[in-house]
């Protein structure tokens, strides 16, 4: 079951890893030819409706896969309007061959004849809102037709996430999807073929430059959308708190405030003065302040907490009766992350242990990737929150998805980079669901550490990887 955002990002991903979308849209229309071959005999008609992206791109690969086919192509529109290069080549190809291809301008224009199949080409994961003009004359010639039709990926019209159409859709007797069947296919009445197009497996299990897109697909939002973070640390230590603020506002954050004890808040305003700090009495974080910090918690999209909170008793005292009555959303590193196992909360929670930090919680961790990766998942299940676990190659699960992160290196076992991760999912947390904010805070920060090792070695400090981060999420 693969949704349209994720869609994109394994297609990224695929394009990334030496997969390019036009091999994807060969392997599509060679897919689509087959279950075309299947439905019909030597010699019949097949009525290709296509449409101008990548959905119309699959039926004219498909069209050079059917010599055995008598095969008519109708383009709804003119090929200069195509809206993709892929599918636009693949137009250009078929002129050069004998298939006869028929351009629709008009929906008046359009007659599909009396094939033994048509294949509804129209429109596929890119459908928004209901069909506009010709689509929608035709897709009502395709439902009155007696041509049985085949519809590339999903009936047109037909939203693949929801399965509801917003206006008239092609009323299709059977599908052929690709890669991963998609929720609203379920409830169709068509039968429905899911179609392997070469897509490599580690498009999905790494994480990687197409997981960024997970921020750009998000609805335009203006100032104050990009999310309020709240980090609680600091104690025996004063650097780690400042690391992790400094390192939400470059992963994104509009506002980031720090709830530390007073005796350290003069030192992390120091580091920066874009920080908000709120002290509280003492020297380090006790059970008394937590009627205080809650409320501040709660005005937050998101909670950083544990970074330099040190484990004195009574400070994990603090943070276990802060998640008993704490809700929201919270990123736990640090000496925090030791009560997790044993506290029962309603908060989401991102834990970013590193390998020492996961036993100690009471995971198991191994050296193989496959087994360590299954190893986070189940104890991601078993404790029922997102975990984020730092390594070589890190692993992120919910218990459910299960991701690795390879960028990064050596450089980056410095002091402070897990305060900069942690910072940086916290950012991205107010975005994004909990495993995406891990896998992509996983990939923006050990992406930082590679240019940073490009320009610095292993002199790489966590001050530069901040600095860094925002080069970070642009991209290869
Ligand atoms: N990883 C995958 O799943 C792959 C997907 N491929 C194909 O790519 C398709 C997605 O292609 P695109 O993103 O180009 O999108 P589509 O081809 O689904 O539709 C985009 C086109 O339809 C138009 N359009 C959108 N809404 C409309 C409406 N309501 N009425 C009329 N026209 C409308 C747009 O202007 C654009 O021209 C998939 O459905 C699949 O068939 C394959 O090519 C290869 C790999
Ligand atoms: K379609």
């Given amino acids: 079951m693969i949704t349209s955002d994720e869609i994109a990002v394994v297609d990224a991903n695929s394009e990334a890893l030496g997969v390019p979308r036009k091999q994807l849209m060969e392997s599509s229309g060679n897919a689509v030819a087959r279950e075309v071959r299947a439905r019909t005999d030597e010699g019949d008609g097949v009525a290709l409706v296509c449409g101008r992206g990548n959905n119309g791109g699959d039926a004219l690969v498909a069209a050079r896969f059917l010599r055995t086919r008598d095969v008519t192509v109708h383009l709804l529109g003119r090929p200069e309007t195509i809206t993709t290069d892929i599918a636009r080549e693949n137009w250009d190809a078929l002129e050069q061959t004998d298939i006869d291809t028929r351009v629709v301008t008009d929906s008046r224009d359009f007659d599909l004849g009396s094939p033994a199949l048509a294949v509804d080409a129209m429109l596929g994961t890119g459908v928004t809102g209901a069909l506009r003009e010709p689509e929608a004359t035709v897709a009502r010639a395709l439902n009155d037709a007696d041509a049985p039709v085949l519809a590339v990926d999903t009936p047109s019209g037909v939203d693949t996430d929801t399965g509801a159409a917003a206006g008239v859709a092609v009323d299709a007797e059977s599908v052929v999807t690709f890669h991963d069947t998609k929720p609203g296919l379920a409830d169709l009445d068509a039968d429905v073929t899911v179609a392997d197009i070469g897509i490599p497996a580690a498009a999905e299990t790494f994480v990687a430059s197409g997981d960024l897109l997970r921020l750009s697909r998000l609805p335009d939002s203006h100032k104050g959308d990009h999310g309020e973070v709240l980090v609680v640390g600091g104690g025996p230590y004063t650097g780690a708190p400042a690391l992790a603020a400094q390192a939400a506002l470059r992963a994104g954050a509009d506002l980031v405030r720090v709830a530390c004890p007073d005796a350290i808040a003069s030192d992390v305003q120091g580091y920066a003065e874009d920080l908000i700090v709120h002290g509280y009495d003492g020297t380090r974080l006790a059970p008394a302040h937590v009627d205080e910090i809650l409320p501040r918690a709660r005005e937050h999209d998101t909670v950083v907490f544990g970074p330099g909170l040190g484990d004195h008793d009574d400070t994990l005292d603090a943070v276990g009766?802060?998640?008993?009555?704490?809700?929201?959303?919270?990123?736990?590193?640090?000496?925090?992350?030791?009560?997790?196992?044993?506290?029962?909360?309603?908060?989401?929670?991102?834990?970013?242990?590193?390998?020492?930090?996961l036993r100690a919680m009471g995971g198991e961790t191994a050296d193989d990737p496959e087994r360590r990766a299954a190893l986070v998942e189940s104890f991601a299940a078993e404790v029922g929150h997102t975990l984020l676990v730092k390594g070589a190659e890190d692993v992120i699960s919910d218990g459910e998805r299960t991701r690795r992160n390879r960028t990064g290196n050596p450089g980056m076992t410095v002091g402070g980079t897990g305060d900069v991760l942690a910072g940086t999912v916290g950012a991205l947390a107010c975005l994004l669901r909990p495993r995406d904010a891990a896998a992509v805070g996983a990939y923006a920060n050990g992406r930082a550490g590679d240019i940073l090792h490009e320009s610095h070695g292993a002199g790489l400090t966590a001050s530069d990887l901040v600095e860094t981060l925002p080069r970070a999420f642009e991209g290869e």
Avoid at 328 to 357: K, N, R, Y
């Fill in 321 to 357: 009766s802060f998640l008993e009555q704490y809700d929201g959303t919270a990123v736990v590193d640090a000496d925090a992350l030791q009560v997790v196992p044993e506290v029962e909360t309603d908060a989401t929670l991102v834990c970013t242990p590193h390998q020492g930090e």
